[in-house]
Nanobody, 123 residues
């Protein structure tokens, strides 16, 4: 299924952004949807995920500042990012998978990826 992100941009440290991810398939088609971040020269890092029951998980780096949510009828998941830091800069990818076979933060477990949206945080 296709995933399309939007909402990236440039913001000063301390600011907020909300990313959206529109899925071409029904939300029920995926066990888990989430977000990864990739900074230049770094590997993709799990940010947050939300499972089919609405339970959310976050990496420690983003816990308390970022919030994952969804609107199932709209087939859209969101990532609200607050108190942004320069180290949050990177390309943010929306991901989805049907099975819960691997840890949520393992990028290899997601067969579905969006094209990515750039988030740049200046100090």
């Amino acid at each position: 299924g296709q995933l399309v992100e939007s909402g990236g941009g440039s913001v000063q440290a301390g600011g907020s952004l909300t990313l959206s991810c529109d899925a071409s398939k029904e939300r029920s088609e995926y066990y888990c949807m989430g977000w990864f971040r990739q900074a230049p020269g770094e590997e993709r890092e799990g940010v947050a995920a939300i499972d089919i029951n609405g339970r959310t998980v976050y990496s420690d780096s983003f816990k308390g500042r970022f919030t994952a949510s969804e609107d199932k009828p709209k087939r859209t998941v969101y990532l609200h990012m607050a108190s942004l830091k320069p180290e949050d800069t990177g390309v943010y990818y929306c991901v989805a998978k049907r099975a819960d076979a691997f840890p949520w933060y393992n990028p290899a477990s997601y067969p579905n990826w969006g094209q990515g949206t750039q988030v740049s945080v200046s100090s």
